[in-house]
């Protein structure tokens, strides 16, 4: 199994969301931050790569889309109105599979999970299954700063589109990593941090193992 791409988007939020849309080469209407965030880590990762129109899209976020729920939220029980009907369809975390799917010309089955730990073991058995698979890590920030301060007691607030590329083969494309020994197990030693995955692929660092509650397997790059 193959590592053929990766994207590894971060941004370290002091002032307002910097504006995705303007960063992405096809842009569509009616998305929001978290729509734009997703499509933006997909097209660093895939750039001039094309892939079977069956692969699989999974993506992973612990909180999902917050600003337009946020919206959608306020609209219903603090004015008392129906939401906007792009922000209540953007606030279901399916849309943005959709959005992906469409940008990206891919026909396979999505799925949204609100673990990456979780959506890599989906991924590794459609790998298996001889099908392509883009995976993807999506957190983005509350657009009111200090609430999202005292909501995630966080000093540090960052964006993050992270994403991998994986399959057996992919013709005329050269993989940059292995993924080996994977194993199902619960695991008493300190757990992988997402982000030492993706910085991986950035370092001259050729081999890394990846630890988390019940998945361990190794990558070790092609040179």
């Not at 998305?31 to 097209?43: C, E, K, P, R, S």
């Not at 953007?90 to 999505?110: P, Q």
């Not at 999202?148 to 005329?172: A, G, M, V």
């Not at 199902?184 to 630890?211: A, C, G, R, V, Y």
Request: hydrophobic share 40%; proline share 1%; glycine share 2%.
């Amino acid at each position: 199994m193959y590592i053929y791409a990766f994207s590894n988007y971060t941004d370290i939020v002091t002032d307002r969301l910097s504006d995705k849309k303007s960063m992405l080469t096809k842009r569509f209407s009616r998305t929001d931050n978290f729509i734009n965030l997703a499509l933006l880590g997909v097209q660093n990762c895939m750039q001039e790569i094309e892939i079977d129109k069956e692969s699989s899209i999974y993506l992973a976020s612990r909180n999902g889309n917050m600003n337009t729920t946020l919206k959608v939220l306020d609209a219903i029980f603090l004015q008392e109105r129906l939401p906007m009907p792009f922000n209540f369809l953007n606030s279901v975390n399916a849309s943005t599979l959709f959005f992906i799917a469409k940008n990206f010309n891919i026909e396979g089955k999505t799925l949204f999970l609100d673990s990456f730990e979780s959506a890599l073991s989906q991924a590794f058995v459609d790998a298996k299954n001889n099908k392509s698979i883009l995976l993807g890590s999506v957190e983005e920030v509350i657009s009111d700063l200090e609430f999202h301060k005292q909501r995630f007691k966080s000093k540090t607030i960052e964006e993050y589109s992270r994403w991998l590329l994986i399959s057996h083969n992919i013709s005329d494309k050269k993989p940059i990593a292995k993924i080996s020994n994977i194993r199902l197990t619960i695991s008493n030693q300190k757990e992988s941090n997402l982000s030492d995955l993706f910085d991986f692929f950035e370092k001259s660092d050729n081999s890394f193992n990846f630890i988390g509650q019940n998945l361990i397997f190794d990558i070790k790059k092609i040179i």
